[in-house]
């Protein structure tokens, strides 16, 4: 009788053991996973390394410094405008620009057309958008807008490369 | 106990506020159906999609970002500052239904070109809406790479040049908000952004 008092309430406590582990592994779970207010994916950067790319140019700086002041001059209402790059992560850059200086205010894509629309966004608040005649080879390094363009299929964004863009 | 003698003035009152008041509630009508007219212009509420609350309904009811039918719709918008005549697109589903404003371009529902706009111009409002007007543009948020609403073409920025991004109070969009607000937008006041009107909750 003892024996099976004892047998039961070791698996009570045993039962009751493992619910609270149970508990506890959920509930930091719980913390962990349910963010405050609803959020998007953040898009994984995509410098487009190796690929020939068309450039929107909005200038050309001796330092980062003036370029930076230059970029956040430009407001284009609440949307992303150029992104700050280094010219050497261009192969074909300086020869097209024609400019001198380290630094350029840019923004990449693969298709014509994306290119078109961002050049025509941001002419329409009066900043200058020059489209490389030619595309220029992506040596990877910062990020410069790619991916911010329609997919040729119309179904989202363009997020990897075309036949254009392939060397 | 005598009632007390009722004047010919007020006698007269007696027969005339009635009359009036009838005359009113036959004229109102009338003249706000004229007025409409004039204009050509109803307030349609067809086929409105229910205003999505947060990315995943942002998705579920208008597709991915950037996708074909973000920017299936265009309207004319003029400035009433600088003369200029604006062409906003947005997404189909916010508009292009054969209506007095624009022609059927595979769209939906009456939204934002024919209800937004007809009853910010039937409200003589248009005064108010200034120059820099955008809809759609595959971008992110600026200094993010979160897409904006833009993206998906449920966003429009209006008076631009009036209404800088970061101030939390509004000069001229202040005067028409409310009817994008009955119409289920969101306005961007809430976030510090004047010029920003969103089909879009909890983003």
Known sequence: MKRSIGTAMAWTVGFLAVIGVLALIGRAASNGSLPLTPVSPQVTPDAGAGEDLLVVLGGVYPTREEAEAANASMHLADLQGYYVVPVAQFQGFSEQVGVPGDFALVSAFRTDEGAQEFADFVRSFGYPATILANRVRSLGGLYAGLGQERNLDGTGPLQGPIPESTP | ?203
């Not at chain 2, 059927?104 to 910010?120: E, M, Q, R």
């Open chain 2, 1 to 203: 106990m005598s009632s007390p003698e009722r004047t010919p003035r007020s006698r007269r009152l007696g027969r005339v506020v009635p009359v009036a008041i009838a005359a009113v509630m036959v004229l109102a009508p009338v003249l706000v159906g004229w007025h409409w007219a004039k204009l050509g212009w109803r307030d349609k509420h067809y086929n409105y999609p229910a205003t999505p609350t947060g990315y995943t309904q942002i998705v579920n009811r208008f597709g991915q970002p950037c996708n074909s039918d973000a920017s299936a719709i265009s309207m004319s918008w003029p400035a009433s500052d600088n003369g200029v005549t604006y062409t906003p697109r947005f997404h189909k589903k916010l508009g292009g239904y054969p209506t007095e404003m624009v022609s059927n371009k595979g769209g939906k529902s009456t939204n934002l070109d024919n209800d937004v706009y007809g009853h910010i111009q039937n409200d003589h409002l248009s005064q108010y809406t200034k120059s820099g007007i955008w809809g759609y543009l595959c971008r992110y948020i600026s200094g993010t790479t979160k897409w904006s609403t833009h993206a998906w073409g449920i966003a429009i920025d209006i008076s631009a040049s009036y209404e800088p991004q970061g101030s939390c109070t509004s000069t001229v969009n202040k005067n028409f908000a409310y009817v994008f607000k009955q119409h289920g937008w969101r306005w961007g006041l809430d976030f510090c952004d004047p010029m920003h009107f969103q089909y879009a909750y909890g983003y």
